[in-house]
């Protein structure tokens, strides 16, 4: 099947803590799993910043899917924690739907980082732990208490920490998606999500 008449590729720009794992088990209910890809998660000690590691995550997503595509498979959705593509639809070749889910910034932050928060029980713990982030002596390779993910991730991951420019790029990204949908109102969003896409919709607390 040539790539003009093949139904729009749907691309899910997937923060973590956004409630964006239940959101794809309920899309696969729609979908073959042969016909989707998830973007991995690439290793090596070369990767020590967050945005090498972004960029090499989608370097690898945009040559899995080629690779596909010369031995006869596809994919209809891709999701992920991968970033936002900029010029995506040059680079599938194909029509695109962008898919998203934003939540509350300081919630979203507490639910990535609950298994951190809570490993430290007292006040005191917690807060050497945020010393010791702060402090850059660690792994993470920046500040990871400033780190804006969702911003960063909506934005197209252009720098590690993210800057004012970085938030109007978001912005000026989210007008473009075909669905945004919110954690804090999940089961409406999962709704106005398969109305969208004209499929059956099913309920999911």
């Given at each position: 099947?040539?790539?003009?008449?093949?139904?729009?590729?749907?691309?899910?720009?997937?923060?973590?803590?956004?409630?964006?794992?239940?959101?794809?088990?309920?899309?696969?209910?729609?979908?073959?799993?042969?016909?989707?890809?998830?973007?991995?998660?690439?290793?090596?000690?070369?990767?020590?910043?967050?945005?090498?590691?972004?960029?090499?995550?989608?370097?690898?997503?945009?040559?899995?899917?080629?690779?596909?595509?010369?031995?006869g498979k596809t994919a209809d959705f891709i999701y992920?924690?991968?970033?936002?593509?900029?010029?995506?639809?040059?680079?599938?070749?194909?029509?695109?739907?962008?898919?998203?889910?934003?939540?509350?910034?300081?919630?979203?932050?507490?639910?990535s980082y609950r298994t951190d928060i809570n490993n430290?029980?007292?006040?005191?713990?917690?807060?050497?732990?945020?010393?010791?982030?702060?402090?850059?002596?660690?792994?993470?390779?920046?500040?990871?208490?400033?780190?804006?993910?969702?911003?960063?991730?909506?934005?197209?991951?252009?720098?590690?920490?993210?800057?004012?420019?970085?938030?109007?790029?978001?912005?000026?990204?989210?007008?473009?998606?075909?669905?945004?949908?919110?954690?804090?109102?999940?089961?409406?969003?999962?709704?106005?999500f398969t109305k969208v896409f004209s499929l059956p919709?099913?309920?999911?607390?």
């Open positions: 099947m040539s790539e003009e008449k093949r139904k729009p590729l749907i691309i899910f720009t997937q923060t973590i803590a956004t409630g964006g794992g239940d959101l794809t088990r309920y899309i696969q209910k729609f979908y073959f799993v042969k016909n989707m890809l998830c973007g991995t998660d690439p290793k090596g000690r070369h990767l020590n910043t967050e945005k090498k590691r972004m960029d090499a995550r989608t370097c690898d997503l945009i040559q899995r899917y080629k690779t596909n595509l010369e031995s992920g924690h991968t970033p936002f593509i900029v010029n995506a639809e040059n680079i599938f070749n194909r029509k695109i739907h962008d898919i998203t889910m934003l939540r509350d910034p300081v919630k979203r932050f507490i639910s430290n029980n007292t006040l005191t713990d917690f807060k050497a732990w945020v010393k010791w982030i702060e402090s850059g002596n660690h792994t993470l390779g920046f500040n990871w208490i400033k780190f804006n993910h969702q911003t960063d991730m909506l934005s197209g991951f252009q720098n590690d920490l993210t800057t004012e420019v970085d938030l109007q790029h978001a912005k000026e990204n989210l007008k473009k998606f075909k669905f945004v949908g919110l954690t804090e109102e999940f089961d409406n969003s999962v709704e106005i919709y099913m309920h999911r607390k």
